[in-house]
């Protein structure tokens, strides 16, 4: 069946660091990839999406590229703020999974001023 | 106003009590989901709708049950509450209309049962 592996947390970096949370997926057919965010306190929301190979979805500094070759969809951003500390979800959803979405275990990101 | 709501937002309950948890949603979604939050394991599907007569089991639904009261309100309960069923439940709102499913969540409820 469908599934979404992604790095384990939680991972501590300074303002300004280069962030990069590593996902990888299982899936058969051509799902649609998803990263969310999850805020202290709050429910998820999406991040950025992105829908067939090669797409590339952004978002307030966030990328992550669809890659059906290596089957990934790595999350980036070139300078995080503290603001960005929160926990982020590589998810999965499509048509051959009966349109649930499949989420990763989820990784925390704690960013120090 | 959130699209999304859930009531109550809080919750500490006895083992063995009755529990009902209620979602509502003015985004007009036709899809409708419960999710479980355990520390370390992402979201777990417990019951999913795809419209008011149609009612799905996720990967943890024993223990659960849910009502779709109309298409704009999903209930979960919990009939008979265990302590393993502390976590943190979210519903969630999605469109048949947008091909990828993209999800809209509630702001969560945290339930501990004693």
């Known amino acids: 069946g469908n599934s979404v592996t992604q790095m384990e947390g939680p991972v501590t970096l300074s303002e300004e660091a280069f962030l990069t949370i590593n996902c990888t997926y299982t899936?058969?057919?051509?799902?649609?990839l998803f990263w969310y965010v999850q805020y202290p306190g709050e429910g998820l929301q999406l991040l950025l999406k992105a829908t067939k190979a090669d797409d590339k979805g952004s978002n307030k500094g966030f990328e992550a590229t669809y890659r059906k070759e290596t089957t990934s969809f790595h999350l980036e951003k070139g300078s995080v703020q503290v603001s960005d500390s929160a926990v982020y979800f590589c998810?999965?959803?499509?048509?051959?999974?009966?349109?649930?979405?499949?989420f990763g275990a989820g990784t925390r990101l704690f960013v120090k001023a | 106003d959130a699209d999304v709501t859930q009531t109550p937002r809080n919750r500490i309950t006895k083992t063995g009590k009755r529990i009902m948890l209620e979602c509502s949603q003015t985004k007009g979604h036709d899809r409708m989901y419960w999710y479980r939050q355990d520390p370390g394991l992402g979201l777990q599907l417990i019951y999913y709708s795809f419209d008011v007569k149609d009612i799905n089991k996720g990967e943890i639904s024993d223990g659960y049950s849910v009502s779709r009261q109309a298409q704009a309100k999903f209930s979960l309960s919990l009939e008979s509450a265990i302590p393993n069923q502390t976590a943190l439940y979210f519903c969630?709102?999605?469109?048949?209309?947008?091909?990828?499913?993209?999800?809209?969540f509630g702001p969560g409820t945290r339930l501990t049962v004693l």
């Open positions: 969630a709102t999605s469109d048949s209309g947008q091909a990828n499913n993209e999800q809209f």
């Open positions: 899936a058969t057919g051509y799902p649609s």
């Open positions: 998810a999965l959803s499509g048509y051959t999974g009966g349109f649930k979405t499949i």
